[in-house]
């Protein structure tokens, strides 16, 4: 389950009373509307983007044999914990929706806008290594995949003729998959194989410019930034025959990967369609 920062939880309070507000504050309380000679950008509008996507994140192995059925060597422990640690950074493309609502008094713009992105970020390391001391191989690999992004972000702009540049943050949910395994044939039946699909909770800030094409219809180009907190993921090894004196297929180890905070950077172009 994700767990939820106090930032986190202050950014969906401010998101949820900016939603209210601009869906409900009376008009007598504000000089609703534009002013002569610039764009009104009141109102619900639908759109789409399309652009780049980066994410930058890291994990880092950690090994520690079962006690007395130890399955590693103990000199060999810092080598196989430092092939599993890995960059996993990725550049890839997205495309989403996006819908939202304006309120506009003079010049200044304000509401809230809620969109969902695919992404295509993964990565994947690993292969075949041998141990440090004795030169035997083993497998291990480790892959990572972000595949999507949803945000609820107040926006606040400044209308300047037809030119609406904004500055906008709010809370922010990904998806992500997380595998690592290990193996030693024939001393391993059954691979040590630890697989995480993750939905989280975090929190997201941009800027942006956006352009009136006509009266409903206006195009933008804005940068996302989004950050999401990291997590432990454990994977044990049992029912193999290792360096424990012990005989048969009883001995194990745990592996911890450490997965840091995931880091997401978006720069996108779209289109919206404002209702009047």
Known sequence: MATISKRTRGLA????TCAVFALWAPTADAQVGAPSGVYNWSGFYVGANVGG??????????????NPNNYFNPDAIPGVEKTGS????????????????NRQSGRLVWGVELD????DLSSKHGGTFRYTTDNSPYNLTVSESTDWLLTARPRVGWAIDRWLPYLTTGIAVSHSHFKQTFSEPPFTPNPESVSVSRTTVGWAIGTGVEYALGRNWSAK???LYARFGGTDVIGRL???DGQSPALGFVDGAKFTNALSPLELHLFRVGVNYRFY
């Open 13 to 16: 309070a401010i998101t949820a």
């Open 53 to 66: 996507a980066g994410k930058h994140q890291s994990t880092s192995l950690s090994v520690e044999n079962n």
């Open 86 to 101: 890995f960059n996993l950074d990725d550049l890839g493309v997205t495309g989403g929706v996006q819908a939202g609502y």
């Open 116 to 119: 969902f992105n695919w992404l």
């Open 221 to 223: 180009a804005e940068y």
């Open 238 to 240: 049992s029912g193999a």
